[in-house]
């Protein structure tokens, strides 16, 4: 979990980056910081909780940092949420940075499509209110990373292995 936590930094790290609000931008890496340091943390809980054996406050400690981190990484992601919505600068020729930006422009797509779906198909009350029971949720960067990626033919089912995590091998 603490791995996959240092992969979910790196991957706001480059949003950030990329992002053209400021104040977007600032609280991706704020954001960053954040589950960056709650995953240090975890990974030293965990070595020590391995070391010193089982103990019911070692493993309540391992488990609240959990999931400190779990719900760091959920504002991460609704920050990188926001920060897709207000546009994206051109990526670098870095290939982490462009895996980053087409995920970021697949999620807006989806949500504008959803949108633009529910605007079409609007089922409202006589108030004008939309009906909770039939409306779909819009959707989070987090259900994209959780789909199996689209096949291509112009993309291979597998990237060529590097060493170490990318910012979207693990589809967070």
């Given at each position: 979990?603490?791995?996959?936590?240092?992969?979910?930094?790196?991957?706001?790290?480059?949003?950030?980056?990329?992002?053209?609000?400021?104040?977007?931008?600032?609280?991706?890496?704020?954001?960053?910081?954040?589950?960056?340091?709650?995953?240090?943390?975890?990974?030293?809980?965990?070595?020590?909780?391995?070391?010193?054996?089982?103990?019911?406050?070692?493993?309540?400690?391992?488990?609240?940092?959990?999931?400190?981190?779990?719900?760091?990484?959920?504002?991460?992601?609704?920050?990188?949420?926001?920060?897709?919505?207000?546009?994206?600068?051109?990526?670098?020729?870095?290939?982490?940075?462009?895996?980053?930006?087409?995920?970021?422009?697949?999620?807006?797509?989806?949500?504008?499509?959803?949108?633009?779906?529910e605007a079409l198909n609007s089922n409202r009350?006589?108030?004008?209110?939309?009906?909770?029971?039939?409306?779909?949720?819009?959707?989070?960067?987090?259900?994209?990373?959780?789909?199996?990626?689209?096949?291509?033919?112009?993309?291979?089912?597998?990237?060529?292995?590097?060493?170490?995590?990318?910012?979207?091998?693990?589809?967070?």
């Open positions: 979990i603490a791995s996959d936590g240092q992969v979910v930094v790196r991957f706001g790290h480059i949003l950030a980056k990329q992002c053209l609000d400021q104040r977007c931008s600032t609280e991706l890496l704020r954001a960053s910081e954040h589950t960056h340091t709650l995953s240090s943390q975890l990974s030293i809980v965990a070595r020590v909780k391995a070391v010193t054996g089982d103990s019911k406050a070692s493993s309540e400690l391992l488990l609240s940092n959990a999931q400190n981190l779990v719900q760091a990484v959920r504002h991460l992601l609704r920050a990188a949420e926001a920060a897709s919505v207000r546009g994206l600068g051109q990526s670098s020729p870095d290939p982490e940075a462009e895996e980053v930006a087409a995920f970021c422009l697949q999620w807006k797509k989806n949500l504008l499509w959803h949108r633009a779906k009350d006589e108030l004008g209110l939309r009906k909770t029971r039939e409306a779909k949720a819009e959707p989070t960067l987090m259900a994209l990373g959780q789909e199996p990626p689209p096949q291509s033919r112009n993309i291979p089912k597998h990237p060529s292995p590097r060493k170490g995590h990318t910012a979207m091998d693990r589809h967070l």
